[in-house]
């Protein structure tokens, strides 16, 4: 399952929600600071692991 950050309109904090990649775009995502819904998806790096040596 996907980790996406999101970034409050309201409070400028940046939080993360573990979310199908479905949902993305029919769930409503809420702020867990301030409860606020004015939220934008947020940049946010990834890594891979894998077994084999580069």
Same mark, same amino acid.
């Given at each position: $399952?996907? !980790?996406?950050? @999101?970034?409050?309109?309201? /409070?400028?904090?940046? @939080?993360?929600?573990?979310?199908? $990649?479905?949902?993305?775009? !029919?769930?409503?995502?809420?702020?867990?600071? /301030?409860? %606020?819904?004015?939220?934008?998806?947020?940049?946010?790096? @990834? %890594?891979?692991?894998? %077994?084999?040596? %580069?």
């Amino acid at each position: $399952m996907p !980790r996406y950050v @999101f970034l409050c309109v309201d /409070c400028k904090k940046e @939080f993360e929600k573990w979310m199908h $990649m479905d949902e993305l775009g !029919r769930v409503e995502v809420v702020c867990p600071h /301030c409860g %606020s819904k004015k939220v934008e998806q947020a940049v946010a790096t @990834f %890594s891979a692991v894998t %077994s084999k040596k %580069s």
